[in-house]
């Protein structure tokens, strides 16, 4: 009988599976920090987007709209409107850009979503910022 021999090899087995789980639990404590690194920037870059939103909307004559084509915050979808005012939704009331925002990426609820979302809205004032940037009727009348 190798009773010995075969202890001898399940403690063995025993302390390299230890050895693997640290080295597991090492790797899983790694993805956490940069999972956790990830949202930070998510916040900070939504941070700078709501910024840019707010302007934007500020910078808007009471005429100007436009519209968040494709951004959602929940269900069922709605038409949002950027407008001097903030967010608007016909028949409801004002939403303040900042909870729009923070809503959207919430109902995104996973990182590679928010980023997704972020990059849309990115996209979106790219767009208002040109249309704020052309004057609203022309004046010059050199298509006559």
């Known amino acids: 009988m190798n ?6 090899q399940v403690a063995e087995s025993l302390k390299d599976m230890s050895s693997v789980i640290t080295d597991y639990s090492i790797r899983i404590n790694g993805l956490i920090d940069s ?5 930070q920037k998510i916040t900070n870059k939504t941070k700078i987007i709501i910024e840019h939103y707010c302007k ?8 100007q709209n436009y519209f968040l084509n494709g951004i959602r915050d929940g269900q ?5 409107l950027l407008t001097p005012k903030g967010i608007e939704v016909l028949g409801e009331e004002v939403i303040s850009i900042d909870t729009f925002i923070d809503n ?4 995104a609820n996973e990182p590679s979503k928010q980023i997704q979302v972020l ?3 990115a996209v979106h004032l790219q767009k ?3 249309m704020l940037d052309q004057p609203l009727i022309d004046t010059t009348y050199k298509n006559l």
Not at 76 to 80: A, D, E, G, R, V
């Open 56 to 63: 934007a909307s500020s910078a808007m004559k009471e005429t």
């Open 119 to 121: 990059k849309e809205l």
């Open 76 to 80: 069922p979808t709605k038409s949002y």
């Open 128 to 130: 208002v910022n040109e």
């Open 3 to 8: 009773i010995n021999n075969d202890t001898v």
């Open 104 to 107: 959207v990426l919430h109902f």
């Open 35 to 39: 999972m956790s690194l990830l949202e």
